[in-house]
């Protein structure tokens, strides 16, 4: 049985939603997806690394918030340690309705199981006194928005990486200060060398389409590996 429901000022004139951080609330990942649209604002924080999604076969750029499943660096607390928060992590437990595909109007959706669904006076409201929706809840739909705007326009993007070949996979093993050894397999990165061997005309291209600018970002994010090698090593040596 789905637990996402079209939202309405009817079915959800009392919905509160949790906005604060927490592993109890669901942030305790390693990592979210990123579109192309936010690569400038993820790579100041987080590692941009790109996965294959074989069920689509497709890829997704993913930004980084560990080495292993449930790890979030970030996550202290109640609190997230960052100044950008990836929009499908903000936008929870809100969620598009329809197939990322269809060009037709979205609808959005609720997750009621998701443990940011508030009880009595706890948490953001969603509808006001009248029906209408509140700021809160009207700066989620702009963040869904852009996140579904940001996938399908993201198509593009991938289909210029795959045609000139820009992705390599990567394999990274790091040795911790307490001797530990963590490692990300099966990511890819942007190929820097093939990157810089493409002629004028194609990176002239990439620059038309809009595709340049995020595929410097998604480089530039790699050196936040060695910032999240810090971060383990301090949550290891604190516990």
């Known amino acids: 049985m789905t637990t996402n429901v079209l939202l309405t000022a009817d079915a959800h004139r009392d919905l509160r939603i949790r906005t604060t951080r ?22 100041g924080q987080y590692p941009i690394l790109f996965r294959r999604d074989f069920d689509r076969d497709e890829f997704n750029a993913l930004a980084m918030f560990g080495f292993e499943n449930g790890e979030n660096l970030f996550l ?28 037709a109007p979205k609808q959005v959706l609720v997750d009621m199981a998701s443990p940011r669904i508030a009880e009595g006076e706890e948490g953001m409201r969603a509808f006001d006194d009248f029906d209408r929706p509140t700021p809160y809840l009207e700066a989620m739909v702009e963040k869904l928005g852009a996140l579904d705007e940001g996938y399908r326009a993201s198509r593009a993007f991938y289909a210029a990486l795959d045609r000139y070949d820009l992705l390599e996979p990567l394999s990274l093993e790091i040795t911790m200060d307490n001797g530990s050894i963590n490692r990300l397999v099966g990511f890819h990165i942007i ?7 493409l002629d004028g005309a194609v990176i002239g291209e990439l620059h038309a389409a809009g595709h340049l600018m995020p595929i410097f970002m998604a480089l530039a994010s790699i050196g936040r590996i060695g910032e999240l090698v810090q971060r383990k090593n301090r949550r290891m040596r604190h516990g």
């Open 76 to 103: 202290e607390g109640d609190r997230w340690d960052a100044n950008y928060l990836p929009l499908s992590v903000d936008i929870q437990p809100f969620l598009i309705g329809g197939s990322p595909d269809d060009d």
């Open 191 to 197: 190929d820097e060398a093939k990157l810089q061997a």
């Open 22 to 43: 927490g592993e109890a609330l669901g942030d305790a990942v390693m990592s979210a997806i990123v579109v192309p649209d936010e690569f400038r604002r993820a790579q």
